[in-house]
């Protein structure tokens, strides 16, 4: 049998040429190719993370129109935003969607205003855990109702079995005026209970006159929306 000169055959099996660590073990063509695969993993990595980036972007802003509204679909007054579609057939996607989200069954626009409320007028969010006080003007004789819910859109078990004041059952001031009290423990007056609910969302309604409101009626009347002021937190 041939012998076999170990040290000859060590030395053999090394790859030649090429530089740095990678080099040493392997040929030139190989390390381009390798270089190669490399630039399409970072370009391909690249391109996903962007793709990644532009859905979530995207996940964001439709979940943020769709819970906040934007101008394309909701105004803003003060605290208080007014979803301009609602209940209407050529209501746009995000209206429907929030309106789908909200488990309620709204009046359409044409007939009424409907104003949603989950901060303060300082821009805090409303939370069960601070006491509110809500002033309103006089509506001039239209109906409104005042109702608070927690942040799935439920209305909040309480004793009392309060869920919502309108212009009918309300104490008014002598002059039309109104204050309505948000709070864990009972006081008097228009209160309403709002337990250890959380967040809380605030729906405040005005019917139309039976004769319908014009556009500047509207604006008008959207300027006497009430103020939301936070009186303490626990």
Same mark, same amino acid.
């Given at each position: 049998?041939?012998? *076999?000169?170990?040290?000859?055959?060590?030395?053999?099996?090394? &790859?030649?040429?090429?530089? #740095? &660590?990678?080099?040493?073990?392997?040929?030139?063509?190989?390390?381009?190719?390798?270089? +190669?695969?490399?630039?399409?993993? %970072?370009?391909? $990595?690249? %391109?996903?993370? !962007?793709?990644?980036?532009?859905? =979530? !972007?995207?996940?964001?802003?439709?979940?943020?129109? *769709? @819970?906040? /509204?934007?101008?394309?679909?909701?105004?803003?007054?003060?605290?208080?935003?007014?979803?301009?579609?609602?209940?209407?057939?050529?209501?746009?996607?995000? =209206?429907?969607?929030?309106?789908?989200?909200?488990?309620?069954?709204? $009046? @359409?626009?044409?007939?009424?205003? *409907?104003?949603?409320?989950?901060?303060?007028?300082?821009?805090?969010?409303?939370?069960?855990?601070?006491?509110?006080?809500?002033?309103?003007?006089?509506?001039?004789?239209?109906?409104?109702?005042?109702?608070?819910? +927690?942040?799935?859109?439920?209305? $909040?078990?309480?004793?009392?079995?309060?869920?919502?004041?309108?212009?009918?059952?309300?104490?008014?001031?002598?002059? #039309?005026?109104?204050?309505?009290?948000?709070?864990?423990?009972?006081?008097?007056?228009?209160?309403?209970?709002? /337990? /250890?609910?959380?967040?809380?969302?605030?729906?405040?309604?005005?019917?139309?006159?039976?004769?319908?409101? @014009?556009?500047?009626?509207?604006?008008?009347?959207?300027?006497?929306?009430?103020?939301?002021?936070?009186?303490?937190?626990?």
């Amino acid at each position: 049998m041939a012998s *076999i000169d170990l040290d000859s055959a060590r030395d053999d099996d090394q &790859p030649r040429g090429g530089n #740095g &660590p990678l080099g040493e073990r392997l040929p030139e063509p190989m390390q381009r190719a390798l270089r +190669d695969i490399a630039a399409l993993l %970072t370009r391909t $990595i690249g %391109t996903a993370l !962007a793709v990644a980036l532009v859905l =979530t !972007a995207g996940i964001w802003s439709s979940r943020t129109m *769709i @819970s906040r /509204g934007y101008e394309i679909s909701a105004d803003t007054y003060g605290p208080w935003r007014h979803w301009r579609n609602e209940g209407r057939l050529d209501a746009d996607p995000y =209206t429907r969607a929030h309106l789908s989200g909200s488990g309620m069954l709204r $009046i @359409s626009s044409d007939s009424a205003g *409907i104003f949603e409320a989950a901060s303060d007028s300082a821009g805090a969010r409303l939370h069960s855990s601070c006491d509110y006080v809500i002033e309103g003007a006089s509506m001039s004789g239209l109906w409104w109702s005042l109702s608070v819910f +927690d942040s799935t859109g439920q209305l $909040i078990a309480n004793d009392a079995e309060r869920y919502a004041f309108t212009s009918d059952t309300a104490a008014l001031n002598p002059d #039309g005026s109104f204050i309505v009290t948000l709070g864990r423990d009972a006081r008097p007056g228009n209160w309403l209970p709002t /337990g /250890g609910a959380g967040r809380l969302i605030m729906n405040f309604t005005i019917l139309d006159p039976a004769t319908g409101l @014009s556009d500047d009626a509207r604006l008008e009347r959207n300027k006497l929306l009430p103020a939301i002021r936070r009186e303490g937190c626990s």
